[in-house]
């Protein structure tokens, strides 16, 4: 009997395991003194937020050519820290042009005063309302960040954002801002076919009867984000700034940054683009090489390569 009793015991527990990993588990606090980021990360019913250990250290001053951007941006992040009003942002326009760098340096700038980062993953967002529910009593100021943000049709995130933003009936708390990243302002794709008319086809009777609606939908998400700050492509003369200041920034003296400018611009021709990502892969590759070579052939000589502002994700800059 007593042998029996064991086994289905045993059993039991087997099935109790199993049932904890597939049904939903509820999201636990970290602990907040252990990083000032944080990265969401979901697996299964399983969800949790790790601490990131090696932040990026990428300040404002790092950033150049984006002075406009990195005004509003910081203004409006410091009215949050302080307390005051502060909006949604949504940062869009040309690929490695800082948009990413700017929040990073933004965290790094106001940590100290109790900004606090989240990054959230587009296929995690609709357990946004979790993550508010989790920081909503907390002393710090949230940052939510979604990096490279757009939707394909259909995608659940899409209409959770959108109600995180404005619309859901629970409001946001007041310490728990959303900031994304996009090459493209409107955040789902849009057709030619979304601005025809009505049309009436025998043969299919499925047509859009209103197909203005279709195109509002589709750009409602981006207008619900209050501030949009645009970046922009660099000019040849904005792109050689920042490769000398990312080249100064890894140790080249003035005579060595001069004669980096030709290699810095086949370096950006190869890559088909002139960016800050760009500029600093260039100076990155040039100061490794100059330090591995140390008195063999001259900087100027240096053979082109390769993409520029620091790169993205919260890890090294």
């Known amino acids: 009997m007593s042998d029996a009793l064991d086994a289905l015991l045993r059993r039991a527990d087997a099935l109790l395991s199993r049932l904890e990993a597939v049904l939903p588990q509820p999201l636990t606090p970290p602990d907040w003194e252990a990083a000032v980021a944080f990265r969401y990360r979901k697996r299964g019913a399983s969800a949790r937020l790790e601490a990131v250990r090696h932040l990026s250290t990428i300040r404002l001053d790092d950033l150049k050519e984006v002075e406009p951007q990195k005004e509003r941006l910081l203004r409006n992040t ?60 907390r002393p710090e100021r949230f940052v939510i960040f979604c990096d490279d943000l757009s939707f394909d049709e259909g995608e659940a995130g899409y209409k959770a954002l959108k109600s995180m933003l404005d619309g859901s009936v629970a409001a946001a708390t007041d310490n728990l801002l959303i900031y994304a990243t996009s090459n493209r302002r409107h955040l789902l794709p849009e057709q030619m076919k979304d601005n025809l008319g009505y049309t009436h086809s025998e043969r299919d009777g499925n047509v859009e009867v209103h197909p203005g609606e279709a195109v509002e939908e589709k750009i409602s998400l981006s207008e619900r984000f209050g501030l949009w700050i645009s970046f922009y492509s660099f000019s040849q003369q904005e792109y050689l700034a920042i490769v000398a200041q990312w080249l100064s920034h890894f140790g080249l003296d003035g005579a060595r940054i001069v004669a980096a400018r030709q290699p810095a611009l086949v370096w950006a021709l190869e890559r088909g683009s002139r960016s800050g990502r760009v500029a600093y892969q260039f100076a990155r590759d040039l100061a490794g090489r100059g330090a591995a070579d140390e008195g063999a052939a001259p900087v100027a000589a240096a053979p082109a390569s390769t993409d520029g502002d620091a790169p993205e994700g919260l890890d090294h800059v």
């Open 78 to 137: 410091r009215q949050f820290v302080q307390g005051q009003p502060a909006n949604n942002v949504l940062l869009t326009g040309a690929r490695g042009t800082g948009k990413s760098s700017l929040i990073k340096a933004c965290l790094n700038e106001f940590a100290d005063q109790g900004l606090r980062l989240i990054e959230v993953d587009k296929a995690d967002l609709v357990d946004l309302p979790d993550l508010a529910d989790l920081v909503a009593d």
